[in-house]
Structure formats: C-alpha cells, structure tokens
C-alpha cells in the first residue's frame, strides 16, 4: 500500500526539522539534540542521508547509509564495508512499504560504490529481518558492537554494479 507518488530523494537542509522529529517520537530525546545530529551527517558528502516524500510533500520517513572502517572476517565484530543505518518511518505511515522503499533506494545508491552491503539487526526485529530478507539479504552471524546491549545479526546482500 505504498503512496504511489512517494518519492525518495536525498535530504536537504529543510528536511532536518521533520527528520528530527521523527525520530524524536520513536527513540526519544529532543527535536533539537536529533536536528544537530543529522546535520552533521547531511554535511557530510560520504554519507548517504535520503528521505521519503509523500505526494502532499511531507516527508514520512528517511534512512541513512555509512560506511565502516574497522573490523575484520576473522574476529566478531561487523567487518569493514558499507551498512545501511538508521531507517525510521513516522508511526503513522509504517506497514505501508515506505521503509522497504528507503531500503531499496538505498541499496541502489550503494551499489555505485560497492559490490555488497550490510545491515545490522536486532535478532528479534523479526519484522525488519522478514523485509531484508526479501531485499536479498542473509544472515551472516551474530555479531558484538562494543557499548551496544542486545544480540545482534549480520547480514549481506550482494548488489550488482
């Protein structure tokens, strides 16, 4: 049940208010401390920062991409590589598709620059494991995020160039 007018597009500075409350709502702390947030990301020109659009211009929801320097295949940690991050979608509009949306729109961008990319998941986020999953992604291997509480799974997709 996708908007069929949705848009994904890259986020700009107008778009900083409606992102930060967003994720205001879902994952708390204020407006204000998330805008500072994401306009560092949205400076920053390697780092994937895109929103979805509804027809009446609203943006419903965005997510992000970044790309990982440490890690290594032979420890538990996430391996160096690029990781589709932080996608959250306005309460309201979730189950209506735009999350994949932002997942495939990411997954096309990224496959300019590399051959694979990864995500890390909650292991019981069954509904965002089902989703990736449908995209091409398989559970790699639990992995150990320092400072992070929680299990979490490695997964890949490979995407062609």
Sequence with gaps: MVDRHAVVRDATPADLDATAAIIAADAGGTPAQWRDRFAQI?????????????????VAGFGQARHVEHGDADDDRPPRGWYLSGVTVAAHH????????LTHARMTRLALVTSEVFYLAEVTNKATLDMHQRLGFEVLRPV????????????????SQ
């Design 144 to 159: 150990f995020v320092p400072g992070r509480v929680g299990s979490l799974l490695l997964c890949r997709a490979p995407l």
């Design 94 to 101: 979730r189950r209506q598709g735009l999350g994949q949306l």
């Design 42 to 58: 949205l400076a920053d020109p390697d780092r994937p920062f895109l929103v979805v659009e509804l027809a009446d211009g609203a």
